[in-house]
């Protein structure tokens, strides 16, 4: 790990909240006079957000044009096509973003990072391993400190997805079915148990604002550990 910073990513499925758990622990922290920044995968550089329009747009509509962007062709891609974009956008985000704040000792909160890819294309039939080694090529020692898995069962996250986008067009992954994402949760509880210090199972099915007090605990600990404590009013 670069620095004195502390990395930290937020994963699960759909639907799970990681992004307003993500946003909140970010007002939390900086609340506390910690400095922290949040970003996210895919996006948060040029190449990120290019590879993002690119991945999420369904693969079978054109994207609209958009200023200075040009129209995306309908795109199906290969698990090993998305996840070598994904790792391009991660690459990217790494060197540019995640690394630099590392080094200047602070506290970087990723929504998404490799562990998406190793649940996600795996589900679509990816070896873990093979995507391992490019993977510690792509990071180099910018390991998170602590993973916030938020774990739902895929049929709970879809009908929160339903309820919240009801009209939004769902992207190239939400419109695979639930077998597809309940492998992607199978796949997350997986690498939790196989590194259970570092990837930490949050139920994501209980009340936001207690997932937050637990979310809230395990980084606490965290920090503490770094000497990072907030202050105590
Ligand atoms: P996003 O709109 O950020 O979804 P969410 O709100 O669920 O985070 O879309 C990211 C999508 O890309 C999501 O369905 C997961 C998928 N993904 C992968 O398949 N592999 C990856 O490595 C990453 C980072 C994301």
Redesign the pocket.
């Known amino acids: 790990m670069p620095g004195r910073g502390v990395l930290i990513s937020f994963e699960g499925?759909?639907?799970?909240g990681?992004?307003t758990q993500a946003a909140r622990l970010l007002d939390h922290l900086t609340k506390q006079g910690i400095d922290a920044i949040l970003t996210?995968?895919?996006?948060g550089t040029p190449l990120g957000d290019w590879v993002?329009r690119l991945?999420?747009a369904r693969p079978d509509v054109a994207s609209a044009p958009e200023e200075g962007n040009p129209t995306l062709p309908a795109t199906a891609l290969t698990p090993v096509e998305?996840?070598l974009l994904?790792s391009a956008?991660?690459a990217s985000l790494v060197s540019k973003v995640i690394r630099p704040a590392l080094e200047q000792g602070r506290v970087v909160l990723v929504?998404?990072?490799?562990h998406?890819?190793y649940a996600?294309?795996s589900a679509g039939g990816l070896e873990i391993a093979w995507m391992c080694e490019v993977t510690e090529r792509v990071v180099g020692d910018c390991v998170p400190d602590l993973v916030i898995l938020l774990d739902l069962p895929a049929e709970q996250g879809f009908a929160r997805n339903r309820g919240e986008n009801g009209t939004e067009t769902p992207?190239?992954?939400?419109m695979r079915g639930l077998a597809f994402h309940q492998r992607v949760r199978e796949a997350y509880l997986q690498l939790a148990s196989a590194e259970p210090e570092r990837i930490r199972v949050v139920d994501a099915g209980a009340e936001s604002g207690a997932v937050f007090s637990e979310v809230e605990s395990i980084v606490g600990m965290l920090l503490a550990t770094r000497g990072m404590q907030p202050e105590r009013k």
Do not use: T, V, W
């Open positions: 499925g759909e639907g799970s990681k992004s996210r995968e895919p996006g993002r991945l999420l998305e996840f994904f956008a991660r929504d998404r990072y490799y998406s890819s996600y294309q992207d190239r992954f939400e």
